[in-house]
């Protein structure tokens, strides 16, 4: 199903903030991919960027030190509103609604556990972009940002065109989670 491998804006900050919420030392994550803790730091600080296949890989690496969040998922799930929650690091999709199961044309679960990033509109791409100059990855609550998007279709999955609204949460593990919301244009 994976459409492009286009690397993720802020990999460096990303990668940091899930490393420290599962707490694992740079040298941990060092030693399960088989770097040394120097590159782990580079990554990190944003001196040298991996191919989107290592950042994929070192996001897939910390996945066991997760927790299952069932009750956030649940709610997700069975919101009236049209919401998906994702993986703040990876866009992996972790809970979506009926209601936006119907808005992408899917079966609410057939796209767990793929990153959505790869579907990404133009827009989408460029509001992920400037969450850069932003405080979003600093800040333990940053304000939500709210866009337009465009629509987009792809065989695997629709775009509506619409409002869409990002919102910080935590998992139970400490991650970052993003809550997004919208409407399309003709609601």
């Not at 990999?11 to 399960?32: E, I, P, S, Y």
């Not at 950042?55 to 969040?69: G, K, V």
Request: glycine letters at 4%; a negative charge.
């Amino acid at each position: 199903m994976m459409k492009r491998s286009t690397p993720l804006p802020v990999f460096g900050a990303r990668l940091k903030r899930v490393r420290t919420a599962v707490r694992l030392k740079q040298q941990g994550l060092a030693d399960l991919l088989g770097v040394d803790q120097t590159t782990v730091s580079r990554w990190e600080s944003g001196l040298q960027t991996p191919e989107s296949d290592v950042q994929a890989e070192a996001f897939q690496t910390l996945m066991p030190y997760r927790s299952d969040d069932a009750a956030l998922r649940r709610l997700v799930e069975t919101s009236p509103e049209c919401v998906h929650l994702v993986d703040e690091a990876t866009h992996v999709c972790l809970a979506y609604s009926a209601s936006r199961a119907r808005d992408w044309k899917v079966g609410q679960r057939d796209m767990l556990g793929i990153s959505l990033w790869q579907f990404a509109t133009e827009e989408i791409q460029k509001a992920e972009e400037e969450l850069e100059t932003s405080d979003w990855w600093f800040a333990m609550s940053p304000a939500p940002r709210m866009f337009v998007t465009s629509q987009a279709d792809d065989h695997d999955i629709r775009i509506s065109a619409g409002q869409i609204l990002w919102e910080r949460v935590y998992l139970s593990d400490g991650t970052p989670a993003r809550l997004v919301s919208g409407r399309d244009r003709a609601a």
